[in-house]
């Protein structure tokens, strides 16, 4: 689809022809992020350069009643920046200027389209870093990341990126800017940013965050555990956890996905069911401390082996295996499937006994790299497209993952998002009141529903006239039987 | 003569508000200004306690004592330490934090789902009980400072801690606010890891206890290594009563970037500072901080909550 002359020619005199794209083939480039399966072409892409000419492209974008999906890296992985057919993608790769850096108060002030890792390198030399970290932290942006709020395999000890923003600068969906906390960390008045952060998108742009960066730890060790089973591996977690202990990071991989990393990275992994990495930081006595009672819970618990890295190089080792496992996965399947779900940790060993019956059931292989610490469960499930239905099976087999986490009081997402991937599945684990309250939100920001539509709720169009089954709330499970 | 009302389950905190709301009537939580005064001093249960897992879902009117009393008896806490004995309702309607938020954050760093009642009585729910979830928009989150205005928080699902091992606290002491801040720098730039880090200010002699928590031996050394940055004496758990009595006492809070705590305290002859965070507790009111978009933004999502106004 196309815009109407004149509204293209109003966003080429705000930007400059250099931040408009309108080439079909060039509009291409914009028509997925990591979940490549849905693409949408979209009517025109912008590029702007400043929180003003974000704001003039809203403006416009709402005067004319033009739905718009602001996109960061694209690294995505729930289709969340997959755009509108008819709207104007705004990419903020190009504003990506480091504001400030202030050392003293802890604070760093970026714009969206600074990378992840970038925010860790502009303070490093300092002695401080910034704590979420994705797997994708070299690409992906920090409007991407306040976006979805992400995590990483150490947002176990240190919190997402929810608790490490300070404040935001936002371009409300009808254009105008507001400015939400500041560099302090107490705030009156409800909180917006909160809410604001995780938001997918949907309530607005935020065009520049203050971010809290972390003076880096005095000692880091890394010990990595064999295991004949993940259920062992998952029992250790749980040990640990029990024990008091806070780990900065605590990482599960089967025998499957050791297999893939070992062909792909040669990480020099132990030949056994399953590891399990528990990275300790802080005071040095306090992780020499832990470290020896974390060893210890592991051979108790079964380990065949436990090694702890000598130094960063090998400390690097064990984690270069873990960050390739998906994309080791290419070396042993053709097609893969990557599942995100959350469950209470004490109940990790359940799920993946129910995953492997789920194997037996469809034939399928599911590999299994998690976030054991906090019970973020990523199966991979492998497929070949060239088979017949296989890519159909996968998928099933995928959702009734989900569904086994939803079973034992579980989310549908621990850190990809709902997007436009899941929005379907919401009504299992939110009731249609539940899903109307969090749309009254939306209206106070978006009456229009013009910024990112179609993402995050079910709608008859996306998801078909029948709504998927409605499970108890977890909260309602917990407590007295009652809903509206 | 307001109604005083206490629900004792969900189901009646929204047929309260749903029938207040029918005849136009108004109704305060915590507040007594209402037709209708709402308390949740009968919805004071802990519903679950997931050990294992470092969670816990309880129903709003529960106070930190009793809930931090039973969680003590598996190890745990809810790390939320304000001044006196609220209700974790309170802690988040009121986005209440103590010395402790330097470790452990707030309420929002804390909430992982909440069940709400809604002015016209509405149940909704958000969040979940798991320690990692994005799904969704996180009602908890906005509902942190939210003083009643929202709706009724009936439920919270937390995230707890560990109780340490060993706390021990070291106190030192400053004349001037460039000191202070001097100090406070000192370990800011250091790889201390402290529980709380507080300046109860009051000009000369103003102390900075500072706690850190941990094993045995990791505190020891902290506090040493504590002792040859800053200097100071050893101090024990009085002080953090004082700081919290203080904090109690005060009527402002002031919000600043750390950076600027000379500036922002010039003047200010007594306050309980919490350097890492920005804030300062000071004893007379100051003015709205918040910038005029987001407090016109903040009015629109209260009217969209509750349009009737029913909630005062």
């Given amino acids: ?484 | 003569m307001p109604t005083v009302s206490e629900p004792a389950s969900v189901d009646e905190a929204a047929a309260v508000l749903a029938e207040a709301s029918a005849r136009g009537a108004s109704v305060s939580i915590g507040r007594e200004d209402g037709d209708v005064v709402l308390s949740t001093r009968s919805l004071g249960r802990m519903l679950e306690h997931e050990a294992g897992d470092l969670t816990a879902t309880v129903e709003a009117g529960i106070r930190l004592s009793k809930l931090n009393a039973r969680l003590a008896q598996a190890g745990q806490m809810l790390a939320l330490d304000p001044p006196g004995d609220p209700t974790v309702g309170a802690c988040v309607a009121a986005n209440l934090t103590g010395p402790r938020r330097h470790r452990y954050g707030g309420p929002r760093d804390l909430v992982l789902g909440a069940t709400v009642v809604l002015a016209d009585g509405t149940v909704a729910s958000a969040g979940g009980k798991v320690v990692k979830n994005v799904a969704g928009y996180d009602l908890g989150k906005l509902f942190c400072g939210s003083h009643g205005r929202l709706g009724l928080l009936v439920r919270l699902s937390l995230r707890l801690h560990p109780l340490p091992a060993a706390t021990r606290t070291l106190v030192a002491t400053a004349d001037d606010l460039d000191e202070v801040y001097r100090l406070t720098q000192l370990l800011h730039f250091s790889s201390l890891v402290p529980s709380a880090a507080d300046v109860l200010w009051e000009g000369q002699g103003s102390r900075l206890p500072i706690m850190f928590e941990g094993s045995q031996r990791a505190v020891a050394d902290q506090v040493d290594r504590a002792r040859e940055l800053l200097g100071g004496e050893e101090g024990d758990a009085r002080v953090w009563e004082e700081s919290r009595a203080r904090q109690g006492a005060a009527r402002a809070r002031l919000s600043f970037p750390p950076r600027g705590l000379v500036q922002t305290l010039a003047g200010v002859g007594e306050a309980v500072i919490r350097p890492a965070a920005g804030s300062a507790y000071v004893p007379d009111p100051v003015p709205e901080q918040a910038e005029a978009g987001a407090l016109l933004l903040a009015e629109r999502i209260r009217k969209t909550f509750d349009p009737q106004a029913v909630l005062v």
């Fill in chain 1, 1 to 484: 689809m196309s815009l109407a002359p004149e509204v293209v020619a109003r966003v080429e005199a705000a930007l400059g022809r250099g931040g408009v794209i309108s080439e079909p083939e060039q509009l291409r480039t914009y028509e997925c992020d990591g979940l490549t399966g849905r693409r949408v072409v979209p009517a025109l892409v912008t590029l702007p350069r400043s929180t003003a000419e974000v704001q003039a492209v809203v403006r416009i974008c709402h005067e004319h009643g033009i739905p718009f999906v602001a996109r960061g890296a694209g690294t995505g992985l729930s289709g969340g920046a997959v755009p509108h057919a008819d709207g104007v993608v705004i990419s903020l790769a190009r504003m990506n200027r480091i504001v400030e850096i202030d050392l003293e108060s802890g604070r760093v002030t970026v714009e969206p389209g600074v990378t992840n890792l970038a925010v860790t390198q502009a303070v490093a030399a300092h002695g401080f870093y910034y704590a979420p970290d994705p797997s994708s932290q070299q690409v992906c942006t920090i409007g991407g990341n306040v976006a979805e709020n992400s995590g990483g395999a150490h947002c176990l000890k240190h919190g997402f990126t929810v608790t490490h923003v300070t404040g935001l600068e936002v371009v409300l969906p009808d254009g105008e800017v507001v400015y939400l906390g500041g560099k302090g960390l107490d705030n009156d008045g409800i909180d917006v940013m909160g809410v604001f952060i995780g938001s997918e998108g949907t309530l607005g742009i935020a065009t520049r965050m203050t971010l809290r960066i972390l003076r880096l730890p005095e000692s880091v060790r890394t010990l990595l555990a064999g295991f004949d089973s993940t259920s062992q591996a998952g029992a250790a977690v749980s040990e640990v956890i029990s024990a008091g202990i806070l780990a900065g990071a605590m990482e599960i991989m089967d025998r499957l996905t050791l297999e893939a990393a070992e062909a792909a990275v040669h990480p020099g992994y132990p030949d056994c069911g399953a590891i399990l990495i528990v990275e300790l930081d802080g005071n040095a006595i306090q992780v020499e401390d832990d470290l020896a009672r974390v060893e210890e819970i592991c051979r108790d618990g079964g380990a065949t082996t436990t090694r702890i890295a000598a130094d960063d190089v090998e400390r690097a080792l064990f984690w270069k295996g873990r960050k390739a496992a998906f994309a080791a996965m290419g070396r042993v399947s053709h097609d893969y499937y990557v599942q995100d779900g959350v469950v209470p940790r004490t109940k990790l060993h359940e799920v993946l006994d129910r995953i492997g019956e789920l194997e037996r059931e469809y034939g399928l292989r599911v590999g299994n790299v998690f976030h054991a610490g906090d019970g973020n469960l990523h199966p991979l499930v492998l497929y070949d497209r060239r088979n017949d239905g296989e890519p159909q099976k996968a998928k099933e087999l995928a959702e009734a993952i989900l569904e086994a986490c939803m079973d034992v009081g579980g989310s549908l997402t621990g850190e990809h998002g709902i997007g436009t991937d899941k929005a379907c599945r919401m009504p299992l684990m939110f009731s249609e009141t539940d899903l109307a309250v969090m749309q009254r939100l939306r209206q106070a920001f978006d009456p229009e529903s013009l910024c990112n539509p179609g993402k995050i709720f079910p709608t008859p169009r996306l998801c078909g006239e029948v709504p998927g089954p409605y499970r108890v709330h977890p909260l309602e499970l917990a407590g007295l039987a009652d809903r509206f």
